[in-house]
């Protein structure tokens, strides 16, 4: 339970990092929520990677190259299911705010990128 409660810090820190991110795209870019997001969630992900590694998990036993491949895997099928709830809901409910959308994003995508992340990054 400990380790779930990190992981619950880190992932709040992470959807920090994506929202304001979000938020400083769509404020002073061109750029729309859909292509915002993606850089949103590439920076949020290098956040709790590397959150996750000193504080949730600690490091693996594996080089950091291969936990860093190990963790972008998982995070890459994780951010696939944010992205895809994310842009489902906008896309099904034009008026929804982007923020509302992020949020329900990103709890759908918090288990199993919990179990990806204990269970196969960080596992020792």
Sequence with gaps: MKKFLRFAVVGATGFLVDAGVLWLILTYTPLGPLSGRVIAIALAMTTTWLLNRHFTFG???RS???EGFR???IGL???LVN????AGLLLMAPLLSPYAALVAASIAAMLFSFFGYSR?????
Aim: hydrophobic share 50%; proline share 0%.
């Design 77 to 79: 099928v994780t951010s």
């Design 59 to 61: 490091a693996s036993a």
């Design 64 to 66: 950091i190259v291969v």
């Design 83 to 86: 992205y895809g709830v994310y």
């Design 120 to 124: 196969y990054v960080f596992r020792r």
């Design 71 to 73: 963790y972008g895997f």
